[in-house]
């Protein structure tokens, strides 16, 4: 059975999906409307990178307080780790399906709560709503998706999640350049992320329950009925049978289909070489800095040197454009090229991107425009405090101007061009205005700088490598890798991890960049994605083409597989069952 799976996927995955769902459309039905989850949790942590630029305007507190902001975008992370819990427990007790349903709900009030807020505490109560949303949501999707698709296709399917993931942030990032001229910009950024919630509650209706919980409920009639929807009338009985007997096999073993018993958990062998795997992937996934791109994206654009906020928006649109595509690469490579490769592949391609970032970001502080002595003493009451109070102003450069803090001040670029010597003022909007009616940029965030287009380039390169591999596979891993009866428990396990690792480094990147630096910054997630590296090549197995129950079987008798390029040899035993 598994060789003959094997055979067909490596040379035409791709086509073969493309061939079963338009023969069985229902399958992408399912597919897609679950998957709406992803394009929740995509949009949610795009839309706050643009967002935040005008809530910074509106609240002046959020602009003067980084650890406001850091809140802001944190606390949906923190109450998505709230949902991913809840949610590997709902998955198991009410099922997939009302897991979803859930968690569309709470989104819903989320988005209404932060389109309202009349200030930062209430926008930080509908972050956390929505939040938890997401939370449930982005462990359910794919685990809905991965039990209602023949395995065949099954990587392929789930990556539609991922996709779905980047193209809603590609969409935030439209919808942040579409309002940022309209009175409420944030508001409607914001409370527009209810429509897709509402829209994946009314589909999800008119779906059933994912056919692998059902039998596992014992309602085998059910189950049996769906599988017959799902696949071929060749392979339904085969799965059936499969199926029948995982589920046999895990109630001989427990005494009872109910208890799940955490130290047992821990104990089981399978269980534990899974959560290894998953949880480690997940976490890697975080730590390497994609959510810091997302997250920040407009503020890492700043960064490096463009001063507009429009541009900051309009050129993050391009890096989320780049993510959409990649996770369409995914769809077509995952089946042919398989999970741990194409992990590899695109960790190599990060770790020498996070290379160029730190690079580009060093050598941009260190060559940032001096301050013109002469423009900055033009309006002697606008001239930055510290400025006026340094011993030493002949070494002041932008940089240093950004650093000051009592009050906060910016650089306004020189009539001569940006790269050159410019002044340094206090940071209010009467300053800004009066610098740009001059014609002049205005920078709070970072410097005028030659080398900001390498920092687009690092950071598209980055997208690209990382969205394919990193960016989808964990989440492809986690719905398949566990046995049945803890599949729910186990991806809301590593679902947590995945939001607690979020939730660190979304908290700490920007103060991180103001404490060491940007480029040391990404210097720390370089060395990570090193470790995570190494940690693929070492554990994480390959279950590409394999049917569910079996990965179980391969877990069992698992050893570390260094060497990834070569296909592990079957079992003499399943060689028999094949021929």
Sequence with gaps: MERGIHGGADESAFREC?????????????????GIGGLLFGYDTGVISGA???IRDDFKSVDRKTWLQEMIVSMAVAGAIVGAAIGGWANDRFGRRSAILMADSLFLKGAIIMAAAPNPSLLVVGRIFVGIGVGMASM???????????????????????FLITGGQFLSYLINLAFTHVTGTWRWMLGIAGIPALLQFILMFTLPESPRWLYRKGREEEAIAILRRIYSAEDVEQEIRALKDSVESEI???????KINMIKLCKTKTVRRGLIAGVGLQVFQQFVGINTVMYYSPTIIQLAGFASNRTAILLSLVS????AFGSIISIYFIDRTGRKKLLIISLFGVIISLG???????????????????ETQRFKNITCPDYNTAIKTKVWDCMTCLKASSPSCGFCSSPSGKEYPGACWVSDDS?????HNENLLWYTRGCPSNFGWFALLGLGLYIIFFSPGMGTVPWIVNSEIYPLRFRGICGGIAATANWISNLIVAQSFLSLTEAIGTSWTFLIFGVIAIIALLFVVVCVPETKGMPMEEIEKMLEGRSLHFKFWK?????VEKQNQSA
């Design 567 to 571: 296909k592990r040899p079957q079992p």
């Design 140 to 162: 359910t999707a794919p685990l809905y998706i991965s039990e209602a698709s023949p395995a065949k296709i099954r990587g392929a399917l789930v990556s539609t999640n991922g």
């Design 18 to 34: 493309f061939s079963l769902t338009w023969k069985n459309p229902y399958v992408l039905r399912l597919a897609f409307s679950a």
């Design 52 to 54: 935040l630029l005008y």
């Design 431 to 435: 300053v800004k205005d009066l610098c």
């Design 252 to 258: 001989h073993e427990e005494g009872s289909s109910e």
């Design 356 to 374: 160029l970032l730190t690079g580009v970001f060093y050598e941009a502080t260190n060559h940032a425009p001096a301050i013109s002595s002469l």
């Design 320 to 323: 989320a454009g780049l993510n």
